[in-house]
């Protein structure tokens, strides 16, 4: 019988440096940047705070969680490299990684989960959930499997979204959040994470319109909330795709001046911001928020010039056809249009026109 107890166990926490295992610790969470020259506390005080680098922890805790979980999934394809207790399962080559662009160590965003999918999965341990470019998660729990090109503390699975290693209908919640823009085909991400979601499950989309290029390790394709409802619509039937409070106009706006601001001379900067600029730039989001120019502010505008949105949707019960290479595309066609064929040919109006096209054919054959 299987265990659908709820286990989690914490992966970071912001950097204390007591001891030197804490320094090791603050490399360990952030790879790429462990050859900087800067002892791991000049680092983060220069850069990682600013970064919101975190500090590993608790990592045969992880271990035990990830085993766990990844007896709960089937896959469809073998890992490239064997796996050992505890790891990651590797289904990256050197030929995805140069088609892909990927570099050895990318930058790798760390955020939180909020409340809703937290509690999702204290509600619902019976359920499996997936994360498509989880990043460098906080905490990892025995239900969530945690998908990246790169191996961080948190990642179960390493691969490109394009091409999952799961078998079919695996899931009952995935989510990918502000991860799209990344990937260099979202189309075949899209029908990837609805193939290995289960029918009647939901998948929850995090899609940013509005953003400056920002990459992870790449930056391709933003979208309006149209494009991510197109992008999921085949397979889904859309139960909403709105503009939250994350992917609210304040956060493009900001983000967009910040970027302009810091982009300019220092002799420049103090002219830019005498345009009244510094009183926006200043104030903390959450407090503008809850102002009337931005609580107040209607429904299609915000569509209009949102930083992104958020796409949720219920998986079709009919089945559907998944494939996403060319080759797949083509013989489903070839197959629709022998499907079609057949039953214009056992019409009655392809038998009464039979004599007509003799004609033609022989008309054709004297010319």
């Not at 992104?308 to 290479?325: A, D, H, V």
Request: a negative charge; proline letters at 6%; hydrophobic letters at 35%.
């Amino acid at each position: 019988m299987q265990d659908f107890s709820y286990t989690e166990a914490s992966v970071i926490r912001k950097p204390i440096f007591e001891s030197p295992s804490d320094d090791i610790g603050y490399w360990e969470a952030n790879p790429d940047v462990a050859t900087c020259m800067l002892s791991a506390s000049q680092h983060f005080v220069h850069y990682g705070q600013h970064e919101g680098r975190m500090q590993a922890t608790n990592q045969n805790a992880i271990a035990d969680i990830r085993e766990k979980k990844l007896a709960r999934i089937e896959f469809r394809q073998s890992p490239t490299t064997p796996r050992t207790y505890g790891q990651p399962a590797n289904y990256m080559t050197d030929a995805i990684k140069r088609d892909f662009h990927i570099p050895s160590f990318p930058p790798i965003s760390a955020h939180n989960y909020g409340d809703k999918i937290s509690n999702l999965q204290k509600q619902h341990p019976e359920w499996m959930f997936l994360d498509v470019g989880a990043g460098l998660r906080d905490s990892v729990t025995s239900q969530m499997v945690n998908v990246d090109v790169f191996p961080s503390l948190s990642t179960d699975v390493v691969c490109i979204g394009e091409n999952l290693p799961f078998a079919d209908a695996q899931f009952d919640f995935v989510l990918c959040a502000a991860t799209l823009e990344h990937t260099k085909r979202p189309w075949e991400v899209a029908a990837e994470i609805c193939r290995v979601l289960k029918p009647g499950g939901i998948v929850r989309i995090d899609y940013p319109f509005l953003q400056p290029v920002h990459g992870y390790p790449s930056h391709y394709f933003n979208a309006t909330p149209e494009g991510n409802i197109s992008l999921f619509e085949k397979w889904c039937d859309i139960q909403f795709c709105s503009v939250e409070e994350h992917f609210h106009p304040v956060h493009a706006l900001r983000w967009m001046m910040e970027e302009w601001k810091n982009g300019l001379p220092e002799t420049v900067k103090t002219q830019f911001g005498a345009l009244r600029v510094d009183d926006f730039l200043s104030s903390s989001i959450p407090q503008m928020i809850q102002q009337p120019f931005c609580k107040d502010l209607n429904s299609e505008t915000l569509k209009v010039i949102c930083a992104g949105s958020t796409l949720e949707g219920i998986k079709k019960k009919e089945e559907q056809f998944y494939g996403s290479s060319r080759e797949e595309h083509l013989a489903q066609s070839a197959l629709a249009a022998q499907r079609d064929l057949e039953i214009i040919r056992a019409s009655t109006s392809w038998k009464l026109t039979a004599p007509l096209r003799a004609a033609f054919r022989l008309f054709r054959k004297k010319s």
